[in-house]
């Protein structure tokens, strides 16, 4: 193939680069909990549709979230974690009483 053809190829395939809107990187919840600092209030966590109480969470090593628990401590898989729930239980409870 001469020089011209594989330039006019490198072009049209550029520009159907270019022509595909840009996807926004979809952002998941175990990247969000790996930037969490250890001891963040966290209240409730859904985890492949279940809702687990916690009271905070404590650290992410190797694809494993950890929370605590009534005063132990809980392993989930960061990858099977839907939904994190901000926050102290107790307030959230102060409130529903009031």
Do not use: W
């Amino acid at each position: 193939m001469g020089k011209r053809k594989n330039c006019e190829m490198a072009h049209a395939e550029n520009t159907a680069a270019e022509a595909k809107p840009k996807r926004k990187k979809v952002k998941k919840v175990k990247d969000l909990i790996k930037k969490l600092p250890p001891g963040y209030p966290v209240s409730r966590i859904m985890v492949k549709g279940a809702t687990e109480d916690v009271t905070m969470f404590l650290n992410e090593k190797d694809g494993l979230a950890y929370f605590n628990v009534d005063g132990q401590v809980g392993a989930y898989e960061a990858r099977n974690i839907n939904g994190i729930l901000f926050g102290a239980a107790e307030a959230a409870e102060e409130e529903e009483e009031a």
